[in-house]
């Protein structure tokens, strides 16, 4: 019982001390991060919006397979983060993929990161703007997976008249 008393008095001396060393400048300024991140953010704003356009998959078996790729993709919670819906459609107008991520920016650290879910998988990757869009990598295995997205490549979805 003895024990028990010095380790709870012990871990209460700790946590009373711990945040206070911790927070002795104070904690974060919530305004600052969430303007650095809307401003950082702002660099996929040309995306936002609906877009169709062509984009080709490698199926396992090593054929090249065309869909007709649409992408909704907007700011939320202020513009400090986007949302990306892509859904794509193969000739016949069928659904054959579907994803949705989150990208944000972490001033910290001065990096973009994505969630990703898509084909019941998630991730986590970093995305780098570019000057008409942005890349991203998954690893796989020896190889890695790169996808490009590029705004020169996409039509306003009512331009095609396309599928949603």
């Known amino acids: 019982m003895v024990k028990q008393a010095a380790l709870l008095v012990g871990l209460t001396l700790t946590l009373a001390g711990g945040p206070t060393a911790a927070f002795a400048q104070g904690p974060p300024d919530s305004a ?29 078996s090593g054929e090249r397979q065309e869909v007709i790729q649409t992408e909704r993709i907007g700011p939320f919670l202020g513009g400090s983060i986007r949302l990306i819906e892509g859904r794509g459609f193969d000739s016949d107008g069928r659904l054959v993929f579907n994803a949705f991520a989150v990208i944000s920016y972490d001033p910290g650290t001065d990096r973009y990161s994505m969630r990703s879910y898509a084909q019941g998988r998630a991730g986590d990757f970093e995305i780098t703007p570019t000057a008409d869009g942005y890349t991203w990598e998954i690893p796989a295995g020896p190889m890695t997976i790169r996808y490009t997205g590029s705004a020169a490549r996409l039509l306003p979805l009512a331009a095609r008249g396309g599928l949603l």
Do not use: C, K, N, Y
């Not at 877009?51 to 199926?59: D, F, N, S």
């Open 32 to 60: 600052a991060l969430l303007s650095a991140q809307t401003e950082a953010m702002r660099r996929f704003a040309f995306l936002d919006g609906v877009w169709t356009g062509t984009a080709w998959i490698l199926l396992p």
